[in-house]
């Protein structure tokens, strides 16, 4: 369902692009502290165009809306993202 449904039929709407869903669903899974899809969704976002600057600016702009903790916590998610990416091999 989620490969078909999901990821087959509303990512691939043609109403947002594939960048801009990443940036509403990035939001909505720090938001609701939902980190278990988080890491992997900030992953695609990167794959998708979204920048490691514009992830921070969404992520510090949630910070004063959603709360402290559920910011931070996706910012060490971030970090431990591009930093994994980063390294060589």
């Known amino acids: 369902m ?3 449904v999901l990821f087959g039929d509303i ?3 043609p109403g947002l692009s ?3 869903r990443s940036l509403v669903t990035v939001t909505a899974l720090a938001s609701l502290y939902r980190t278990d899809q ?3 969704h900030l992953g695609k976002a990167l794959e998708n ?3 490691k600057d514009e992830l921070i600016e969404v992520i510090t ?3 004063f809306y959603t709360g402290w903790p559920n910011a931070m916590t996706a910012m060490t998610q ?3 993202i591009v930093e994994k990416a ?3 091999g």
């Open 61 to 63: 702009h949630l910070a």
């Open 11 to 13: 990512w691939e709407r």
């Open 86 to 88: 980063e390294q060589p």
């Open 38 to 40: 988080l890491g992997f």
């Open 49 to 51: 165009g979204v920048t």
């Open 78 to 80: 971030l970090k431990e």
């Open 18 to 20: 594939p960048r801009d």
């Open 2 to 4: 989620t490969d078909t």
